[in-house]
């Protein structure tokens, strides 16, 4: 037998599914927007455990919860966490997954009075998944909130961060009290699902990630000439959507020149002007979202990107033009937490695959301030951000040890 | 000099201006949708046109306006004809110029007693243009419309047919008292601007319309998988969209194996679900739209794309879906009338070219009854239905005198 540690799993499930069935509608998905009616009821349900547990129970000011063991001002802290908010109709295990999976970890470590040389917490971070724009918990805790972004904070439905946050009789501005001291934090590890069918396909259980990816997304548009489908011959058009197509179909080879495995480009949203069946189209307009884990990976692309939309453009007789609407820089994880997990899924007798994660999550901010890192655990084909999102009980048990472990081995 | 006989182009010229100013709106488009206050203004102008010329005028049921010259019921009329309703937003000369040359023709045969074996008859068609579903007065003359279709026509904004009608105190059943007797048209022949590139490009005055394309519409679904735009790696993809560009990049390849120079493949519309920027395209839903003067092409090429289809969606693991939205079987035009055009061009000096319609037109219902036939006259760069139409006056006089001697011929 190992001398690794092992979670409660029977407890473990019991809590998954007790905070399940919180904030869940008829149509089976979970309602847990930040600081709505199911958020806070889970919030209350989750401070009830950590205090049961015998944890010392932190909200701080921008309502992260987190759940403390051997806390001292003085020690930089070895922290866990993800989320407990959910986008709408969501599934049982994103964000989650984690936080319960870190209050289990705190809870054997308290149980076993296992020995550590750093305090341990676990932090359940508010707004996670975008209501009012999203890691607004990980950015309040790295000091990375202002004052303007809080009051212009509004969800969808144009309700304002800092009215949510009242009615819940919490202060938004406080947010900005959150942020912790530079060198408070010895490292952050968070256990997420892969959200992704990498894992899933390959029979692997535990997910190493060692890069968050990067990503920039533009908003291109090709513009040529609106003409009767009927009267116009083939070669007098000036198609818009023929251009768009034939970028389309340069992806491939674009990703092949200039990038790496890791890469991705996407085209998911595309409208055509007029948008007619009898128009030719004259204006096509489109999203180009590319992300890998390598900042200069991500430039050759976007150079490769322009120059093919250019050469389509200029032999097609189009005008073509695009803004940025957004860019983010990938982030490396640092090799003590990777490690540390490696190590635990080796001496756990555990397969693990070193992977990026090509999807946002707190830790790519919790990055910014302290050595960070994530364990993935496999979605069935890839599923997430629905009711379908699954990840098998062994997954999840093997998850969780992994996590606890490398926990232990972090805190000394 | 020629024998040929000549409009009266400062005439023709006032006619065009005048009727250009009725309904007229501030955004320089015209507004005259069938049985609205500008066609009805314009019906009343063109009245007083008529009876002022010494013409006798004619209504039916279905409020076609008629020219008659030398009427007898024993003898096959010569026709021309086309409208003076428009589309919302329209220019002056979509149908407008057919009925004022038209017009202007039977002045002419008129004031110079010109010798004529037949009657000869300018009619100016009901709702060409759609406002109730669009070639309402040739259908009701050919014999083609139904008390069901009568009754269930309406607007875009829900007016019927009935009601429309009965304002201006017209009965639309009475349509049906429209339909002329089988073999009582000796020829039909229609003047109209082209609405495409072709003759204004190539610089010659007079097309002379040897067909009407036909066309089939399909609505296609490419469905695959709707993924993570950045946990889902190229490979594992089922994006529907990249299964439309790879489509779109073959319409090239299958027009020259499968089409003919007067093919047209048109993809006008593309949704995308969910078309979201960070998601990848799990379905992809998109118009086709293909036009040929030739029925055995056209199912050559629905063949041709279904295979292409196929191919794509097995390779790529989508579904592949289509549904028919419409199909229109291609017209020939007559050899008398496209003779009678082209003689006429000939005498008078002018560059004639035979040459497709790639747009719908009232002659491809009159083709069902009588031998018929076009002529076009160049528009600039190819523009119509919008204020920006435009054709040079020399090639509007060049296309009236085509009109004219052609009518003659066809009349003798």
Redesign the interface.
């Known amino acids: 037998m190992d001398t690794e540690l092992r979670i409660n799993f029977e407890r473990l499930k019991q809590n998954l599914d007790d905070l399940s069935n919180i904030g869940r509608e008829k149509d089976h998905g979970i309602y847990r927007m930040a600081f709505s009616k199911g958020d806070m009821q889970a919030r209350r349900w989750l401070s009830e455990q950590i205090e049961s547990a015998g944890l010392s129970l932190h909200q701080d000011g921008a309502a992260n919860l987190g759940a403390r063991l051997n806390w001292s001002d003085e020690q930089p802290v070895v922290m866990t966490g993800s989320h407990i908010d959910t986008v709408p109709g969501a599934g049982h295990l994103d964000g989650a997954l984690g936080v319960i999976c870190g209050l289990e970890a705190l809870r054997v470590l308290h149980e076993r009075k296992v020995p550590l040389s750093h305090p341990v917490e676990m932090v359940a971070f508010s707004d996670e998944e975008g209501r009012f724009g999203g890691l607004l918990g990980s950015q309040s805790l790295c000091g990375l909130l202002t004052p303007e972004a809080i009051l212009a904070a509004e969800d969808l439905e144009g309700v304002r961060l800092t009215d949510a946050m009242q009615q819940q009789g919490l202060s938004a501005m406080e947010a900005l009290s959150a942020q912790r001291d530079p060198g408070s934090i010895k490292a952050f590890l968070e256990l997420h699902i892969?959200?992704?069918?990498?894992l899933d396909?390959q029979g692997i259980q535990i997910g190493a990630v060692d890069a968050i990816?990067g990503?920039f997304?533009w908003n291109v548009r090709l513009i040529g000439a609106a003409?009767?489908?009927?009267?116009?011959?083939?070669e007098?058009r000036q198609?818009a959507?023929?251009g768009?197509?034939?970028f389309?179909?340069q992806?491939?080879r674009v990703?092949e020149e200039h990038g790496s495995?890791r890469?991705?480009?996407?085209?998911?949203?595309?409208?055509?002007f007029?948008?007619?069946?009898?128009?030719?189209?004259g204006t096509a307009e489109f999203?180009l979202?590319v992300?890998d884990t390598d900042q200069q990976i991500l430039e050759a692309l976007a150079d490769a990107y322009r120059r093919a939309l250019s050469a389509i453009a200029r032999r097609r007789d189009l005008m073509f033009e695009f803004e940025v609407?957004s860019t983010i820089e990938p982030i490396q994880c640092h090799s003590s937490v990777i490690s540390a997990v490696e190590s635990s899924a080796r001496a756990l007798d555990l397969k693990s695959l070193r992977m990026p994660?090509?999807?946002?999550h707190d830790t790519q901010i919790m990055a910014s301030m302290a050595p960070a890192g994530m364990i993935f655990v496999p979605s069935k084909e890839?599923r997430?951000?629905s009711p379908a999102e699954w990840t098998a009980w062994k997954d999840i048990e093997a998850g969780a040890n992994t996590l606890l472990n490398a926990l232990v081995r972090l805190a000394n």
Do not use: C
């Open positions: 892969e959200q992704g069918p990498v396909r990816t990503l997304k003409n009767h489908a009927g009267t116009t011959p083939m007098m198609d959507f023929q768009l197509a034939e389309a179909g992806i491939d990703l495995p890469s991705r480009t996407t085209i998911g949203r595309v409208e055509l007029p948008g007619a069946a009898n128009v030719v189209p999203s979202e992300r609407l994660s090509g999807a946002v890839g997430s951000h």
